[in-house]
T-cell receptor, first 115, second 114 residues
């Protein structure tokens, strides 16, 4: 167990709706990254938050947005849901020290189905 | 941009045998890190092993070892003495120095049979 939790575990929405996914960081970790994993694919980086500021973004449209709170927990918001947004959404946390040897610890994920 | 390639089809492995999972990568970065994660059917990504691009020795973590060949840009994972609980998807990932944004391959499916 990594200490990273995500909620909800499963979610069903319809096209056009909005969704908020939540992630709580492992103790001592001030950086959260979000990834989208479509069926049969590897995870794709969405964005990263460091000390409540966005710190890098992958190739995702602006309807994917996020927040990080003072306790370093984080939210991923997706507006105007599309069928292709159906995926497993993973968050990962680490301490944010500036070296590439950081290991990211993942939560169990939220499975989103858009109908 | 980084690209990770994992092209092996699904693999069946006899319990207690070793298995090697292939990973090749492409990057223009001089400094980078390579990771392997395990993803059981439950979905959680479990960190297995890390290799830095400047590490001269291959990384080992218990039954996991990484066969790192920098010139060939390959980072193969070796799992020794396979156990039934090793049945999962295995993902190779990398991140360039400093940004900690993982780029993943498509994964290798491993099924361990008794």
């Amino acid at each position: 167990e990594t200490g990273v939790t995500q909620s909800p575990t499963h979610l069903i929405k319809t096209r056009g709706q909005q969704v908020t996914l939540r992630c709580s960081s492992q103790s001592g970790h001030n950086t959260v990254s979000w990834y989208q994993q479509a069926l049969g694919q590897g995870p794709q980086f969405i964005f990263q938050y460091y000390r409540e500021e966005e710190n890098g973004r992958g190739n995702f449209p602006p309807r994917f947005s996020g927040l990080q709170f003072p306790n370093y927990s984080s939210e991923l918001n997706v507006n105007a849901l599309e069928l292709d947004d159906s995926a497993l959404y993973l968050c990962a946390t680490h301490t944010g020290r500036e070296n590439f040897q950081e290991t990211q610890y993942f939560g169990p994920g939220t499975r989103l189905l858009v109908l | 941009a980084q690209k990770i390639t994992q092209t092996q089809p699904g693999m069946f492995v006899q319990e207690k045998e070793a298995v090697t999972l292939d990973c090749t990568y492409d990057t223009s970065d001089q400094s980078y890190g390579l990771f392997w994660y395990k993803q059981p059917s439950s979905g959680e990504m479990i960190f297995l092993i890390y290799q830095g691009s400047y590490d001269e020795q291959n990384a080992t973590e218990g039954r996991y070892s990484l066969n790192f060949q920098k010139a060939r840009k390959s980072a193969n994972l070796v799992i020794s003495a396979s156990q039934l609980g090793d049945s999962a998807m295995y993902f190779c990932a990398m991140t360039p120095y400093g940004n900690n944004r993982l780029a993943f391959g498509k994964g290798n499916q491993v099924v361990v049979i008794p």
